[in-house]
């Protein structure tokens, strides 16, 4: 009841006419700055802190907290129509996104993100009132034994799933994790695979990676094929959801949440994993296997409601212990410490207002979000009209612009041009993508606490499996390995006693 009225006494705040204002600006600049590929909403809240010097605090964090919802969707709005993500969570949403804009249904994928992250919001920022406390505390217990079983499982749901085979799948991780080892050792400073570049030993930055495969591969795909298959004009499509639609996306939507706020919860968590178990997970439940591939809705509102509240869940542990957990959550600590505000267990106490008026302005964002994007659906799918040579062309230069932002370094836009040619030549022999970017966001993070467990242990192998948590994880992870053979198994099993004789041993 205290967190109830508390929050009650937030809506107060966030409700007034000013922050309502600084609420649907953040969101429309998140949205705006989220298309942009490879200006996420890192670099938006970033780039926008030193304007918020002369606002009040509160003013200030919920034009953040705006931002941050927007940039998710802006991002994702790009990957559905373009195949190119604006930042790393938005890199599942074009894998089912992209084939149903390309069939016409660019507006239907639109609108099933758009609820998607309106209902994991939602839900994450009531999960955030209610169990704050209790899973900061949880949060502190997981160790580098239980982070590094969660990232096998987020590698080995992903490869299993994607592909025409595992081995694809694989060599397509493989090439992600050596992508992801560029740079210097993180526990022992030694360079790797940099060849006495000084600027590759800071490593290859994720946003480069995702970018150079998803937009430099596809706008390179489609100009080799262009002239034996003609440009068409895309059909915009119908602008909202029927009846089929709703009925096959009203529980991933509800799904997402629980997968993505407690991992936006964890330190190390954010929304790349959770958007990837997502995926996994409506892919095992569906009941319409053909169209996976193909442009399956499910594979856009599971994943886009689980990002969405996996934004919520970062907030817990940045307000509860300080610890941000995500890029975002970073920038916003450094906010807090500009104002003089350490954030902590005693956060609550000390800032009431602040804190309270934070969480109730994320309802609000969301509500602006939905109502401003929703109707722009069919606005937004209209990039699909514009013909391929011009479409792919601006694809390339925004590309180009942000890779270059990231760091603004001109051999950031040659490793842009060489990662784009691999991700040419692994649409030319069937690999999936997605398991490479995964293998650069997750290689090095999972490397640094494999060690840090082995060194833990001692070198003991035992060191990797000695808490309950990690076990039940690998158990998940083999049942996901071994599931396909099961079920291979029973069906033989069950089709044996009346299985026909084969012709060639008929007499």
């Known amino acids: 009841m205290d967190s109830l009225n508390s929050l009650m006494d937030g809506f107060g705040t966030a409700l007034t006419p000013v922050n309502i204002l600084w609420a649907a600006l953040g969101v429309l600049l998140g949205t705006a700055i989220g298309v942009l590929p ?14 918020t010097y002369g606002l009040e605090p509160i003013g200030a964090f919920i034009m953040f907290a705006g931002i941050y919802y927007g940039a998710m969707f802006g991002g994702s709005t790009t990957s559905i129509l373009l195949n190119t993500p604006g930042e790393s969570a938005a890199v599942v949403a074009a894998m089912e996104g992209n084939p149903m804009a390309k069939s016409g249904r660019g507006a239907q994928a ?52 994607l592909g025409s085979s595992r081995i694809r799948g694989l060599a397509s991780l493989l090439i992600g994790l050596t992508l992801g080892l560029v740079g210097l050792d993180q526990m022992t400073g030694q360079q790797r695979l940099t060849f006495g570049s000084l600027q590759l030993a800071d490593g ?70 959770p958007t990837f178990l997502s995926y996994a997970a409506e892919k095992r439940l569906s009941k319409h296997k053909d169209d996976w591939g193909k442009g399956a809705i499910e594979g856009v509102a599971g994943p886009e409601s689980a990002a969405s509240a996996s934004a919520a869940g970062t907030l817990v542990s940045m307000l509860t212990l300080g610890l941000p957990t995500t890029a975002v959550a970073a920038v916003m600590l450094a906010a807090f410490q500009q ?3 350490q954030p902590g267990p005693l956060l609550f106490e000390r800032e009431p207002d602040l804190v309270w008026g934070l969480i109730a302005s994320l309802f609000v964002g969301m509500v602006l979000l939905l109502a401003l994007n929703l109707p722009l659906a069919p606005v937004w799918a209209k990039l699909l009209r514009i013909p391929r040579p011009y479409l792919y062309a601006g694809i390339l230069f925004f590309a180009a612009v942000g890779a270059y932002a990231v760091g603004g370094e001109t051999v950031d836009l040659v490793i842009l041009l060489i990662i784009g040619l691999i991700g040419f030549g692994m ?4 690999l999936p993508v997605l398991p490479a970017v995964i293998g650069v966001i997750l290689g090095p993070n999972a490397e640094q606490q494999l060690r840090r467990a082995l060194q833990i242990s001692d070198g003991s192998v035992s060191g990797l499996v000695n808490t309950p948590f990690a076990v039940t994880v690998y158990a998940v992870t083999a049942l996901l390995l071994l599931w396909p053979l099961l079920t291979r ?11 026909a004789e084969p012709e060639h041993t008929k007499a």
Do not use: C, N, Q
């Open 38 to 51: 490879g200006i996420g909403p890192a670099m938006a809240v970033a780039l926008l802190l030193p304007v």
């Open 110 to 161: 639109l609108a099933a993100a758009a609820i998607g992250h309106f209902a994991g919001g939602l839900i994450g920022t009531v999960l955030l009132v209610a169990l704050a406390p209790t899973v900061a505390a949880l949060a502190v217990d997981i160790g580098a034994p239980d982070y590094f079983a969660i990232m096998v499982l987020a590698f080995i749901a992903v490869t299993s799933v």
């Open 427 to 430: 649409r030319r022999y069937g």
């Open 489 to 499: 198994l029973v069906r033989r099993g069950g089709t044996k006693p009346g299985r």
């Open 339 to 341: 104002y003089g505000i």
């Open 204 to 273: 290859i930055d994720v946003v480069i990676v995702a970018v150079g495969l998803f937009a430099i591969g596809e706008a390179l795909w489609v100009a080799a094929h262009l002239r034996s298959r003609p440009a068409e004009p895309i059909p915009v499509g119908r602008p909202w959801l029927d009846r089929d639609d709703v009925r096959r996306t009203w529980k991933p939507w509800l799904r997402g949440p629980l997968i993505g706020f407690p991992f936006g919860a964890i330190p190390a968590g954010g929304a790349e994993i």
